[in-house]
């Protein structure tokens, strides 16, 4: 069965540090996602794609937070500096959102649990 | 800002005993959607209700879907060690290409104790 990756599955880094965080969705999927999730809580978006395009980051801290998905498959996410509140599991979650008039299903990848010292 | 609360926020029960999770929000959804989550992973899909009033069943898990699609719940019978985790629901607003984001709960946590 076709999974989301994401690498790396764990990442420590130190305050002021800049960190990246990969993601390839499952193959076919046009929209993906990028969750931020702080421990007892929800997934909160940070960042939607459709293709290689932005649809909503409203949510996505711009000043330190950027993300890509160049070529409309692989994404990447990058957090520059980091900070102490950034610690939290960042998500990745693909769908297949072709044709119209249907409702869809978000298939999460297994995260990158970011710890910020 | 639309929300999904869920409740209880925890539930610890003995192994074969039911529960009832809700998931209720003000504003109506065109699916909603039951994730289960481990800690260090990412959630996995359970189901998804789309109609009004539908009831779906895994297994031991019972889904229901709110006649005016603005309130679900989860059932579970006879729980088991392996159901514990962090049950989430999310709703989502729109259809096809307008679908918008999932709108996700704050999650039930559930441990099953033997």
């Known amino acids: 069965e076709a999974e989301v990756a994401q690498s790396p599955r764990y990442k420590i880094t130190e305050k002021s540090q800049a960190v990246a965080f990969w993601c390839d969705p499952i193959?076919?999927?046009?929209?993906l996602y990028w969750y931020r999730q702080i421990l007892g809580q929800g997934p909160e978006l940070l960042v939607q794609?459709?293709?290689?395009?932005?649809?909503?980051d409203s949510q996505l801290p711009k000043d330190r937070f950027s993300a890509e998905r160049l070529k409309g498959v692989d994404s990447t996410l990058k957090i520059q500096p980091a900070e102490l509140g950034d610690s939290a599991m960042y998500l990745c979650a693909s769908s297949s959102t072709r044709g119209s008039g249907s409702w869809y299903t978000q298939y999460f990848g297994p995260g990158t649990r970011l710890t910020v010292l | 800002t639309q929300l999904l609360e869920q409740s209880p926020q925890f539930l610890s029960i003995q192994e074969g005993e039911n529960l009832t999770v809700y998931c209720n929000s003000s504003?109506?959804?065109?699916?909603l959607q039951w994730y289960r989550q481990e800690p260090g992973e990412g959630p996995v899909l359970l189901v998804t209700v789309v109609t009004g009033g539908e009831v779906k069943k895994l297994k031991r898990l019972t889904f229901q879907f709110g006649d005016a699609r603005k309130d679900s719940s989860l059932h579970i019978t006879a729980a088991q060690p392996g159901d514990t985790g962090l049950y989430l629901c999310a709703g989502a607003q729109g259809y096809g290409g307008s679908q918008g984001n999932l709108i996700f709960g704050k999650g039930t946590k559930l441990s099953v104790k033997p």
């Open positions: 794609f459709q293709d290689e395009s932005v649809v909503d």
């Open positions: 504003s109506v959804f065109s699916s």
């Open positions: 193959s076919g999927h046009a929209t």
